[in-house]
């Protein structure tokens, strides 16, 4: 098993049959479904965002911690560069061209779980700020696993 532990907060325990697949969101950088937690080391978590923002304190205290599957195809993102790979979703019908620099990116979550990856782990305390903007809502150090087959609750 993989030497990171990552904490999930808004449930108690992991429930594989309520994992929700992966969907892209028109024009939005975040998909449905999947899971989100942190790292329990992260130096920008979950946790201390919420306390930070006074946002969903009362949800932090049902939580369980997890690991994942060494075999897991995870992607890192630390800087806006590590995006250039990322396959993205074709805006051409929502917005005239002019306005696609100013979106960020908008990654084709479907098409990177078509393509084998389990989960995107992103680390913002490395201080890349433009990656932060082009993400914008991905407000801390966080992962998303897409895939439930590599979760191992702890």
Known sequence: MSENIYIHYGSDKFE????????NRNMINK????LWASDIKADQPWEKWCIDNDFRIDKLDKNFK?????S???????????????????LSGYLPEYLFDTMGV??????????????????????DYELYYELYGWDCDSILIMNPDIIRPL
Do not use: C, H, R, Y
């Open 31 to 34: 998909p449905f479904g999947g």
């Open 106 to 127: 908008v990654p084709d979550f479907e098409k990177m779980v078509e393509d084998g990856v389990d989960a995107i782990k992103l680390n913002l305390s490395k201080g």
């Open 72 to 90: 897991a195809n995870i992607v890192e993102w630390t800087a806006k560069a590590d995006l250039k790979q990322v396959p993205t979703q074709d």
């Open 66 to 70: 997890l690991t994942l599957d060494d």
């Open 16 to 23: 594989k049959e309520l994992f929700m697949s992966i969907v």
